[in-house]
């Protein structure tokens, strides 16, 4: 999978899941890539410490999908490091 086809998915439908692996104070906020299972690798800056993580990657996602952090949830893993999204695309 690659960020094209999440692109493109989310147009086609309005709502795109994705399993994503966050890695926190990493030396810089990247997305990393897509591992085999198609879980999204993304480094983030931000410590796991009251949502800065959290928030970071949301804003990150955002800024690379064209669109706004509120259009991104977190449906499980708040405080774990392997999330699942939905990303919205209204």
Request: glycine share 8%; no cysteine; proline share 4%.
């Amino acid at each position: 999978m690659t960020l094209d086809e999440v692109k493109r998915d989310l147009a086609a439908h309005g709502e795109v899941r994705l399993k994503v692996k966050v890695t926190p104070k990493s030396g810089r906020s990247e997305l990393a890539g897509f591992l085999a299972d198609g879980t999204l690798k993304v480094k983030l800056l931000a410590a796991p410490e009251k949502g800065k993580a959290n928030d970071e990657l949301r804003a990150l996602l955002a800024k690379h999908l064209g669109l706004r952090p509120r259009q991104i949830e977190i449906l499980t893993g708040e405080t774990s490091p392997l999330k699942h999204l939905r990303v919205s695309a209204a």
